[in-house]
């Protein structure tokens, strides 16, 4: 299976379909073997099956031994099949990366339902900042965003429940539900000493992909707010509409943007840059790695450009602002991006009572310059803040800043 077949971008679906859940760079792939967990039941089998030369399982049979023979709840293990996946879970989170999960039957159907749009949200991007739940952006004209729920905010209860430990596919399936509930979601800012609860009602999640329009008669402000399946087709069209229009030069935002399918920042960059140059390059576990280049295009190179971003922005919009600063040394604007710099894999194990799922980090990004986008997020060149007050003000420093370095 080739890289591009295997790309499948789950995030962008996920957050315009629900607007809950981080999940980027997705790829997919089914594991079909008979030596999987697919027949644990009430007794544990296969016990030596597929078992690596190189690991002592002793001291995990010796513990579960002990454990059916001294726990005093008998009746709690008689469903061998949950402990092997709380054993299987516990070694997953022992790599200590927050994208890679392991989703038992239940949690993967409930990851499937979210995938093909089965339950509304509440327009909420999550990521993992320092091993806490945060909010990478709020989507725009979503009950989060009308809410004032801000990107960089804490997420420390749902439904009055702790959710400083949760995982983001536990987070994900909690926020989502059906169109027209409510979900209760307490926040800690930057800043502020207290916690605020927020009481969102779900809703269908639809994304704008791109806009734009003409500032001071010559400026081109083009808003981009997604990378999915609708973005290369959109930007097409408004590229022929900034060709025909009075613009001789280029703002683009990419704050709040929490990125999407890989191969759509790539189209979109081959719009500003020359044939064959690289975007971004994925590195693997054995140091092999693939770069990723535009094709030839490059009808908007010749406009004068300056790129606004934000701690909301992640991924594929990270891998563009990169890709423009580090071939065209493009200004980056605004704060340094959220730092979501890698490819998750996904790989189905058949059971007897459904799918279980593992979702594992196969690779990083880094920018042309060899940047690590996972460890480092963008940094932009002329940091400027823009403040809760600004924004309930409606004053963008800075956008005012783009303006005037583009002039």
């Known amino acids: 299976?080739?890289?591009?077949?295997?790309?499948?971008?789950?995030?962008?679906?996920?957050?315009?379909?629900?607007?809950?859940?981080?999940?980027?760079?997705?790829?997919?792939?089914?594991?079909?073997?008979d030596n999987s967990a697919e027949k644990i039941a009430t007794e544990i089998i296969n016990k030596n099956a597929g078992q690596p030369s190189s690991v002592d399982f002793s001291l995990f049979w010796t513990v579960l031994d002990k454990l059916e023979e001294k726990f005093v709840d008998q009746g709690k293990l008689t469903d061998k099949r949950k402990l092997v996946y709380g054993a299987i879970e516990g070694m997953v989170n022992a790599a200590d990366d927050p994208y890679t999960v392991f989703l038992e039957p239940v949690e993967s159907k409930k990851f499937e339902e979210q995938i093909q749009g089965s339950f509304g949200g509440v327009g909420i991007e999550l990521g993992i900042r320092k091993n806490l739940l945060t909010v990478i952006t709020?989507?725009?004209?979503?009950?989060?965003?009308?809410?004032?729920?801000?990107?960089?905010?804490?997420?420390t209860k749902i439904d009055d429940k702790d959710a400083t430990n949760l995982k983001i596919d536990e987070a994900v399936s909690?926020?989502?539900?059906?169109?027209?509930?409510?979900?209760k979601l307490t926040l800690q800012r930057n800043g502020t000493k207290e916690p605020k609860d927020f009481v969102l009602v779900r809703d269908e999640i639809k994304i704008p992909t791109v806009e734009w329009k003409l500032l001071d008669d010559q400026i081109a402000y083009l808003q981009l707010f997604t990378f999915n399946r609708n973005t290369d087709a959109?930007?097409?069209r408004i590229v022929k509409e900034i060709l025909a229009s009075k613009a001789d030069r280029i703002i683009l935002d990419l704050r709040n943007n929490p990125g999407g399918i890989l191969d759509s920042a790539v189209n979109l960059a081959s719009w500003f840059l020359d044939?064959?140059?690289?975007?971004v390059t994925e590195k693997f576990y054995d140091g092999t790695q693939t770069s990723l280049q535009?094709?030839?295009?490059?009808?908007?190179?010749?406009?004068?450009l300056v790129i606004l971003i934000n701690k909301g922005s992640a991924s594929a919009s990270e891998i563009l602002a990169g890709a423009l600063r580090d071939h065209r040394g493009i200004k980056v604007v605004g704060e340094t991006s959220f730092g979501k710099g890698s490819v998750q894999e996904l790989v189905e194990f058949p059971t007897d009572v459904g799918k279980a799922t593992l979702k594992v980090t196969i690779a990083k990004w880094y920018t042309p310059n060899g940047i690590s986008i996972n460890d480092n997020g963008i940094k932009p060149d002329i940091e400027v803040k823009r403040t809760e007050e600004d924004i309930t003000n409606d004053k963008d420093p800075q956008l005012d800043k783009a303006k005037e370095l583009i002039k």
């Not at 315009?16 to 792939?29: I, M, T």
């Open 1 to 33: 299976m080739s890289n591009l077949q295997k790309r499948i971008a789950l995030i962008v679906l996920i957050a315009a379909l629900l607007g809950v859940g981080f999940y980027s760079g997705l790829r997919f792939e089914k594991l079909r073997s």
């Open 275 to 279: 044939p064959n140059q690289t975007v």
């Open 234 to 236: 959109d930007f097409s």
């Open 294 to 304: 535009t094709s030839k295009i490059a009808e908007l190179k010749k406009y004068p």
């Open 138 to 155: 709020p989507i725009k004209n979503t009950p989060a965003e009308k809410a004032g729920i801000l990107a960089g905010d804490i997420i």
């Open 174 to 183: 909690q926020i989502r539900g059906k169109k027209g509930t409510s979900v």
